[in-house]
């Protein structure tokens, strides 16, 4: 059912996952400006890299939902 689940009395979403972020390390981000691109295989992933710009690198996403947020977040250069 996913996070979204239906408006419907006859479903009962029991969430038994919760998704948290832990802070990125200074190595990982003392590398960002190298990077020339950034693999994102879910919007959780997006989620993760929301505080770090990497807009202007090219992003190759895993689905269309995934692409759909990065593209939300600010990135142009997005391949599926």
Same mark, same amino acid.
């Given at each position: 059912?996913? !996070?979204?689940?239906?408006?419907?009395?006859?479903? @009962? @979403?029991?969430? !038994? $996952?919760? %998704?948290? /972020?832990?802070?990125?390390? +200074?190595? $990982? $981000?003392?590398?960002?400006?190298? /990077?020339? @691109? !950034?693999? /994102? =295989?879910?919007?959780?992933?997006? &989620? +993760? $890299?929301?505080?770090?710009? /990497? #807009?202007?690198? #090219? %992003? !190759? +996403?895993?689905? *269309?939902?995934? +692409?759909?947020?990065? &593209?939300?977040?600010? *990135?142009?250069? %997005?391949? =599926?």
């Amino acid at each position: 059912l996913g !996070i979204d689940p239906p408006e419907d009395p006859s479903y @009962h @979403h029991y969430p !038994i $996952l919760k %998704i948290t /972020f832990d802070p990125l390390s +200074a190595d $990982l $981000l003392s590398e960002m400006p190298y /990077f020339t @691109h !950034i693999l /994102f =295989t879910s919007k959780n992933g997006v &989620r +993760a $890299l929301k505080d770090v710009p /990497f #807009q202007k690198k #090219q %992003i !190759i +996403a895993v689905g *269309a939902k995934t +692409a759909s947020l990065a &593209r939300e977040m600010g *990135a142009t250069d %997005i391949m =599926t």
